[in-house]
């Protein structure tokens, strides 16, 4: 487990060292000629070093998407079969567009299940980063704070997208995997934007009931895993820094955690959609802590 | 300075709060009726309580929009007088809009820098999101690592927004300052969006020199303070909790924190516009840290 001692204490200390060698790098020489000069005139930042991210035990921290602070130990003891009834025509909507969107994927992938789980990341990191920018805009322009939800559903896109990260070392896309991708994503993001905008309660019950069929998904990968389908290979190294992972943790320990995350986005989602069934908006309610 | 031990451990901590108390919530009941069933039917997550953040002398946590492990102390010591000299004629073109910009807003506000300052973060929270939006569909898209700027563009974003929850305090605004928010903002959204994707280069740019202006702006309301033109008021509550400042600070003090994070957000972009401009990407050039 890698840790830098505090949160801010960290930046605060490597920030210093950025001023430090980027006033050496550039403009210490213009400093000296003209040190009365009302504006420092800049030619150019590039001599901004890039921070060095230092570990606990001293070696230097490897990846840039992501920093010690943001790794976590993932709850596993979340309830996987937690399932919200349909009750109204907007929740069964929601419900039956998710179940038809299924077959489709079903088809294309078949048991190809890591293929699979890296193609729906790049669509499952579109609704957090969506919602929260809208949210973001709607709160700036009423002039009323967030109530945690902002920063909620921007942190489950970025947690998306380490999801994406760790399965493109698993599974090496194809060009028209590539291709598949732009497309998928130039329509979705423009469905759940406007969708988000018409009825936030529809789309959050939507993004619920897609992280039901991913834990379904996830659970059809461990057992194909536990049968032999799957070869069982060692954790890439990503997974095993982003949720703190033992050195010899595998596939299927990757595959665990990432379930439990998904687990925690159906939570989210739900609630969120439920706080508007119950006719109150998001930032009246504290959004939950903790999740990813 | 209210500090929770721990980012990861408080909300792990309090994640199992919310759900062993939302278990006897809502699900106790059906659990102990039918505890065999293969998928637990929940009719509502309502029944999910909000978390409860404490502080390090054990009182309650009074903010939702941000939380303690967010606060942070700003570096005043930051070169408030970097001015980046605009070399080609894309710099050019950026420094002339932003002077441009800079004469209407002068008329209209004139010196009421308070009222200023509130409707121009509204502005100034649009880039951090769109940019670290359109980084991330692109990371997504491409299956490639985001260098750490689809974070920093974000953390861009929120600090900006917590400003202007700040100046809200301050200001209330009024029906017709609403109204230029909401026209602004549609108009300023979407040419950012379309700038950024046309040239991110230029838009960072554009950027550092907005924050260059910010910076001036914040350093007449300074001398508006000192000259006695405007009231120095205590600062408001929810200034003093997130840049961790002293009980019995004024209102100088958090415009001396805001424009220091002003000049933080200036190097960034400036920064960025420079990694572009050498013809690299920002996902191969590490991301600033320690910056808001
Ligand atoms: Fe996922
Ligand atoms: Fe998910
Ligand atoms: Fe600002
Ligand atoms: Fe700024």
Redesign the pocket.
Known sequence: VNWIVGVRSCSTVAQQEVQNSGASHASSAAQAADSNKEEKEIVSYWGVPPVKVVNKDGTVWKWDCFRPWETYQADLSIDLKKHHVPLNLLDKLAYWMVKALRMPADLFFQRRYGCRAMML?TV?AVPGMVGGMLLHCKSLRRFEQSGGWIKALLEEAEN?RM?LMTFMEVTKPRWYDRALVISVQAVFFNAYFLGYMISPKFAHRVVGYLEEE?IHSYTEFLNELDKGNIKNMPAPAIAIDYWQLPPDATLRDVVMV?RA??AHHRDVNHFASDVHFHGRQLKDVSAPLGYH
Do not use: F, I, Y
Request: hydrophobic share 40%.
């Open positions: 990341e499952a998306e999801h991913a990432v995350d998904e």
